[in-house]
C-alpha cells in the first residue's frame, strides 16, 4: 500500500548487506546480522563522511520496518553518533531519515543517515555531491579505527 519501488526493483542496499556480493565492503563502518553502516556515494559540503545505516533484510520504508530491527538500526546509529563525535570532533549529530517519493527517499530500502554537524553547516539548504571511491574508504577507515574503543563503554 506505501511501496514505491518499480516492478524487478534491484536494491542497491541488499546488494551492499550481502558483504561478499558487494564492491563496497571498503566503505562498511559497520555490519552485523541484523544491520549494515556504510559511507554513502554522496557527500554534503560541509558534512562529509556521514553514514547510512540500513537493515539487512529488504523493508521499503518504515510502514514496513519490524520494531525489532527498528531498535537494532537506532543501537546502531547510537553507537555511529559515538564514534563520529570521537573521529571527527564534531559539534553534534543529526539524523534523518525519509519515506516515500514526497517524503524525499529515492532508494526503496528503509535507510537511516547520520551526520556529523558542525556549527553554521547549512547541512538542510545545501546540495549534495558525489563522492569518490577513496574519499569514502578514508572516512569509513577512520571510523571503523574508533569502533572498538568507543562503542565498548558507550
Avoid at 31 to 59: R, S
Avoid at 135 to 154: I, K, V
Amino acid at each position: 500500500m506505501y511501496n514505491h519501488a518499480p516492478q524487478n526493483y534491484v536494491c542497491p542496499f541488499c546488494r551492499l548487506a550481502r558483504q561478499s556480493e558487494s564492491d563496497d565492503v571498503a566503505c562498511t563502518v559497520y555490519h552485523d546480522d541484523a544491520t549494515t553502516a556504510f559511507i554513502p556515494l554522496h557527500k554534503w559540503p560541509n558534512n562529509p563522511g556521514h553514514v547510512v545505516i540500513i537493515p539487512n533484510d529488504h523493508y521499503e520504508n518504515i510502514y514496513d520496518l519490524p520494531l525489532r530491527l527498528a531498535t537494532k538500526i537506532h543501537e546502531c546509529a547510537r553507537a555511529v553518533a559515538v564514534v563520529m563525535k570521537a573521529a571527527y570532533s564534531c559539534d553534534g549529530i543529526s539524523t534523518r531519515q525519509h519515506n516515500e517519493p514526497d517524503g524525499g527517499q529515492d532508494v526503496w530500502h528503509y535507510h537511516l543517515h547520520v551526520f556529523p554537524r558542525y556549527k553554521g553547516d547549512l547541512l538542510y539548504t545545501s546540495q549534495r555531491e558525489p563522492m569518490t571511491a577513496d574519499e569514502r574508504h578514508e572516512y569509513a577507515c577512520e571510523l571503523r579505527a574508533q569502533w572498538g574503543d568507543w562503542t565498548s563503554s558507550a
